[in-house]
């Protein structure tokens, strides 16, 4: 299975995360590890991807001092995830169904869209008071957008970049009061 590198979309995300100081972070689909390592201050870290060459790798890549404790999970989506987050980032798999058909670009798997399943899932695994930070793109922002003002988060963008053939945008849910 392909390991997703880091490309403009990566490193937008991990810009915002360098600032960010928490006490337990989950890197949702964590590929090479490079949220994990962006993170501005956690004592916890978890690590979860689907795919397991792509955990094996992050477990190389992701080599942390600060950190009390880093722990790695082969995991689709929260399944395998248990307690609660500070902030939850998440590099969505954003692409359609067309090619590169793999589960580190494509979005809609398995008859199930990934991206909205994702924030469904993650109101149970966020602290009072946390946030989820994500990356997604024009794709269906509106409608991913509506999906979390519906479950009770609110949406603020952090960033946006216009590239060649879509525009990305990392995202703040967080709970309403």
Known sequence: MYVYEPGEDS????????????????????GTGLQAISIGNAKEIVCADINKDAVDYAKECVKRGDVQRIEFVVSDLFRNIGGKFDVIAFNTPYLDEGEPRDLAWTYLQD??????????????????????????SDRGYEHYKKVAEEIGYSWEVLREKALFFEKIFVVCLKNRL
């Open 11 to 30: 490193y937008l995300l991990a810009e915002v995360l360098k600032g960010i100081k928490c006490r337990r972070f989950l890197d949702m689909g964590c």
């Open 111 to 136: 008859g199930q869209d990934i991206i909205e399943r994702f924030i469904r899932e993650s109101k149970k695994h966020l602290e009072e008071g946390g946030q989820v930070i994500m990356l997604i």
